[in-house]
C-alpha cells in the first residue's frame, strides 16, 4: 500500500463534519495527525466535546484534538442550532468522552506539526470557519511550505447561491478574512462549494440504509441525519463536509476545474462571497463543479459500514 497521507481536520461538528470524520477515521490512506476545532455551526465549547465523542465513538481516540478559536478573527457570527441542533449533532445522545482535549491549544498545535513537518507533506481539511489556519500562518508564515494541499469545504460557484446569505455560503461568512489569508498563503486548494454538496444529497431511504449497517456510528450518523433532513424541511440533505474527504481520496468522482479565486472580505451584504472564475488550466485553485451523485453515496455508504 502506497504510504498514508498526513492530514489534519480544521471543524466544528457539525452533523456534516460528524460523517466526513467518520468517512476519515474508515479510510485507511489517511494517518489523522490531529483534528482541531473551531467556533461555527454551535460554539467551541460543543464543537470541541464532539469532536471528542465522534472520535471516540469510531475508536480513535488515539487522534489528538486540540480547542481551537473561539470567534471569527472579525466581527462576530451566529451559530446554527436550528440546522445542527442544540449540541451540533442532531441532539442525540453520544456516550461522554472519555478524555479531554491536548493541552496544546489549535493554532500551536497547527504550527508545531507544520513546523516538523517536511515541505509539501501535509494536508489540511478545512470543514469550518478557517480561523485557526489563518491565526497560524499569520503567527508564522513559513508553515505553509510544509502544506501539500488544502481541502476546503466552503463558497459557492453562483454569485448569489449562498445558503448563510443570498451571496455567500457559510463557512466563509462567518471568517472571510480568515478564508483570505489562508487562500494567500498560496498553497494547492481544492474547493468543494455547496452546488457540488447539493448535487450529492441524501434522502430516507440512504439514511435508513446506514443505519441499517448497524454499527455505532452508522447508526449515530443515521441518527443525525435524520434531524439534519428534517430541519432542512425537504426530502433531501446535502451532505457537505464528507465531498472534502472524497475529493481527496477519489478525485476522479468529480469535475474538477482549474480556476482564480477571490474573497469578498468587505462588510457589505457581499461579504463572504467566492468569486471563482473557471480557467482552462493554471487557476489558481481546483473547484469541484459536479460530482457522480450515486458513485459519492455509493462509497461513502460502503466507507462507513466499515467503520
Ligand atoms: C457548511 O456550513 C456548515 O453548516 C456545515 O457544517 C458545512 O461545513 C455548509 O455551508
Ligand atoms: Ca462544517
Not at 448535487?199 to 441499517?212: C, E, G, M, N, T
Request: glycine share 6%.
Amino acid at each position: 500500500m502506497a504510504a498514508k497521507r498526513s492530514i489534519i481536520i480544521d471543524t466544528d461538528p457539525g452533523i456534516d463534519d460528524a460523517l466526513a470524520i467518520f468517512l476519515a477515521c474508515a479510510s485507511p490512506e489517511f494517518d489523522i495527525r490531529a483534528i482541531t476545532t473551531v467556533a461555527g455551526n454551535v460554539g467551541i465549547n460543543r464543537t470541541t466535546r464532539n469532536a471528542l465523542q465522534l472520535t471516540e465513538l469510531a475508536g480513535r481516540v488515539s487522534i489528538p484534538v486540540h480547542r481551537g478559536a473561539d470567534r471569527p478573527l472579525r466581527g462576530s457570527w451566529t451559530t446554527i442550532e436550528d440546522i445542527h441542533g442544540q449540541n451540533g449533532l442532531g441532539d442525540i445522545d453520544l456516550p461522554a468522552p472519555s478524555r479531554t482535549e491536548f493541552s496544546t491549544a489549535a493554532v500551536d498545535a497547527l504550527i508545531a506539526l507544520l513546523s516538523d513537518a517536511a515541505a509539501d507533506s501535509m494536508t489540511l481539511v478545512l470543514i469550518g470557519p478557517q480561523t485557526n489556519l489563518a491565526l497560524a500562518l499569520q503567527r508564522k508564515p513559513a508553515i505553509a511550505n510544509a502544506i501539500r494541499e488544502i481541502a476546503v469545504m466552503g463558497g459557492t460557484l453562483e454569485p448569489e447561491g449562498g445558503n448563510a446569505t443570498r451571496f455567500a455560503e457559510f463557512n466563509i461568512h462567518v471568517d472571510p478574512v480568515a478564508a483570505d489569508i489562508v487562500l494567500k498563503a498560496g498553497r494547492p486548494m481544492i474547493w468543494a462549494p455547496l452546488e457540488v454538496a447539493r448535487q450529492a444529497s441524501v434522502d430516507a431511504l440512504w439514511i435508513d440504509l446506514l443505519r441499517a449497517v448497524s454499527r455505532p456510528c452508522t447508526v449515530a450518523a443515521a441518527g443525525m441525519l435524520d434531524f439534519y433532513l428534517r430541519s432542512f424541511a425537504r426530502p433531501t440533505a446535502a451532505l457537505y463536509d464528507p465531498l472534502t474527504i472524497l475529493a481527496l481520496l477519489m478525485p476522479e468522482l468529480f469535475e474538477l476545474r482549474s480556476a482564480a479565486l477571490e474573497i469578498d472580505v468587505s462588510e457589505g451584504e457581499t461579504a463572504g462571497q467566492t468569486r471563482f472564475r473557471l480557467s482552462d488550466g493554471d487557476g489558481q485553485v481546483r473547484v469541484a463543479a459536479t460530482c457522480h451523485a450515486d458513485r459519492v453515496r455509493t462509497v461513502l455508504l460502503e466507507r462507513l459500514a466499515a467503520l
